[in-house]
């Protein structure tokens, strides 16, 4: 019998979009996941200014989430004040579940790339297990390279279909006046006309 287990994907989902779900369902039925959780950035420490407002991004994400049972949306670095690291988020994670539940941490390949650079990249490796989403085209030949900077480290990696969309390329089309449905789910493309997203400021984050 396997053991229970939680992805979590995280980020700042300024807005999320189709490419942050696929590439949770497909870790989630990869792996056999009981649960994917959500969990949107509070005050990203490498992005410190430029990101959209906390409530806005989690109702967002909640809307996203909605018709997936197995998707959760945590609050958990919303309602932490200063700057959020994930190693401090996994220590929470990890203390309210029970210990044979393992954590898998759900990234990008270029984000996985840039591990290193994390405040206690150890305690991040030690609390959770790692899941790299790969796309076609990408090169993961520099991933175990950077992640030997580390410790011993053999990641999940899960490959997906490349969608080629950015929360970026999302906000500069809405700025543009032009339209984002089928690049988010219908309940986020009418929460940002409703709410007047993203038509003047550009937040920075992906």
Known sequence: MTSPGVGIMG???????YG??????????????????FIPTGQPWQKPV????VEDR???????????????VSRIELDQPGPTYTADTLQRLRAGI???????????????LHLPSWKDPGR???????????????DLGGLQAALGEIGPARPHVV????????????????????P????????????IAERGLYRDAKPAGA
């Open 58 to 72: 989690y109702r967002m994400t909640v809307l996203a989430t909605a018709s997936n049972a197995a998707f959760s």
């Open 180 to 191: 984002i449905r089928y690049l988010t789910p219908d309940p986020v493309v009418d929460y």
């Open 50 to 53: 430029g990101v959209g407002a």
């Open 11 to 17: 980020g700042t989902f300024d807005p999320i979009h």
């Open 159 to 178: 490959p997906i279909p490349d969608l080629a969309i950015s929360s970026t390329d999302l906000r500069a089309r809405v700025a543009a006046g032009e």
């Open 124 to 138: 991040v490796l030690a609390l959770a297990d790692l899941v790299v989403v790969s796309r076609p085209g990408h």
């Open 98 to 112: 029970p210990r044979e539940t393992r954590l898998y941490l759900i990234l990008g390949a270029d984000t996985a």
């Open 20 to 37: 942050h779900l696929l590439a949770a369902e497909a870790v989630r039925r990869r792996l056999g996941l009981d649960e994917v959780q």
